[in-house]
T-cell receptor, first 116, second 112 residues
Framework: GAGVSQSPSNKVTEKGKDVELRCDPI?????LYWYRQSLGQGLEFLIY????????KSGLPSDRFSAERTGGSVSTLTIQRTQQEDSAVYLC??????????????FGPGTRLLVL | KQEVTQIPAALSVPEGENLVLNCSFT??????LQWFRQDPGKGLTSLLL?????REQTSGRLNASLDKSSGRSTLYIAASQPGDSATYLC???????????FGGGTRLMVKP
């Protein structure tokens, strides 16, 4: 079946602009995760959605970052007033219900964001 | 706070060698540990997930072990091939299972 898909695959924007990144999880997966991969920081957790529960936003680096998940499926990560340090690869993952013990997370190909 | 470390950061071997990639973690109260592969410019591909009740998992030429008491996991690759060249990442979940903490990765190059 189809894996996790993300769009756009690449995004170049000017400093100060807003960007939206999209993630389509694997059908049937109730858990969805966003991570960021940058040269200096490695892979960092950003935000987690599980079903209709309130998201875990503990990894968001600033209030310029927000995410939503509509209808328990597609998710959008929004970065407002982008800064050059936001340049990174943004990865989305999904899994079956993330109960204690966790489940295998399946990752999308990522969106490469470059802020000029 | 969980910290995950991978050694070595980079490894170059000739084709056919058996090799071991190391992963260590500071919080041993983990429920599982996951190994991923990442090709340049690509996302992450899940290789193996070892539950805390297991000591190892095998998939083809890959074998991953988990020793919670010592805070270590190893990924063993048998008879390495040039196609194995990639970055290998290990990751441990937090107690709620809602996030992974990743190691810095081992960048593997298998030379023909």
């Amino acid at each position: 079946g189809a894996g996790v898909s993300q769009s756009p695959s690449n995004k170049v924007t000017e400093k100060g602009k807003d960007v939206e990144l999209r993630c389509d999880p694997i059908s049937g997966h109730t858990a969805l995760y966003w991570y960021r991969q940058s040269l200096g920081q490695g892979l960092e957790f950003l935000i987690y959605f599980q079903g209709n529960s309130a998201p875990d936003k503990s990894g968001l680096p600033s209030d310029r970052f927000s995410a939503e998940r509509t209808g328990g499926s597609v998710s959008t990560l929004t970065i407002q007033r982008t800064q050059q340090e936001d340049s990174a690869v943004y990865l989305c993952a999904s899994s079956f219900s993330s109960q204690r013990g966790g489940r295998t997370q399946y990752f999308g190909p990522g969106t490469r964001l470059l802020v000029l | 706070k969980q910290e995950v470390t991978q050694i070595p950061a980079a490894l170059s071997v000739p084709e056919g060698e058996n090799l071991v990639l190391n992963c260590s973690f500071t919080d041993s109260a983990i429920y599982n540990l996951q190994w991923f592969r990442q090709d340049p410019g690509k996302g992450l591909t899940s290789l193996l997930l070892i539950q805390s009740s297991q000591r190892e998992q095998t998939s083809g030429r890959l074998n991953a072990s988990l020793d919670k008491s010592s805070g270590r996991s190893t990924l063993y690759i048998a008879a390495s091939q040039p196609g194995d060249s990639a970055t290998y990442l290990c990751a441990a979940p937090n107690n709620a299972g809602n996030m992974l903490t990743f190691g810095g990765g081992t960048r593997l190059m298998v030379k023909p």
